[in-house]
């Protein structure tokens, strides 16, 4: 069974960083992509940044420039660096990862940005 181990939420300051890592683990592990999605209440979880084994990346428009996701070829762990971090990228952050039709969820960090 894969499971998804993410770390690195925390707080920061309107303008500031953080980096979020997720690491998947399993027996006989296979995983296509890797990615985060975000949620807040009242709100659909909603893709943040993901990338293919290949290293092919997609972000929301609401994150282009400002975040970047990065992936070692061989490995199974995924990071996150959130620059120029808003208010409004406050939320619970979570890795999702997968292959065909298996998709994976990991338990979400919570991301704060004060203004």
């Known amino acids: 069974q894969v499971q998804l181990v993410e770390s690195g939420g925390g707080m920061a300051q309107s303008g500031g960083s953080l980096r979020l890592s997720c690491t998947a683990t399993?027996?006989?592990?296979?995983?296509?992509?890797m990615g985060w999605y975000r949620q807040t209440p009242g709100k659909e979880r909603e893709l943040v940044a993901s990338?293919?084994?290949?290293?092919?990346?997609t972000y929301a428009d609401f994150v282009k420039g400002r975040f970047t996701i990065s992936k070692v070829n061989g490995e199974n762990t995924v990071w996150l660096q959130m620059n120029s971090l808003k208010p409004e990228d406050t939320a619970v952050y979570y890795c999702?990862?997968?292959?065909?039709?298996?998709?994976?969820w990991g338990k979400g960090t919570l991301v704060t940005v004060s203004s």
């Open positions: 990338v293919t084994i290949s290293g092919a990346a």
């Open positions: 399993g027996s006989g592990i296979r995983i296509a992509y």
């Open positions: 999702n990862a997968g292959r065909y039709v298996d998709d994976y």
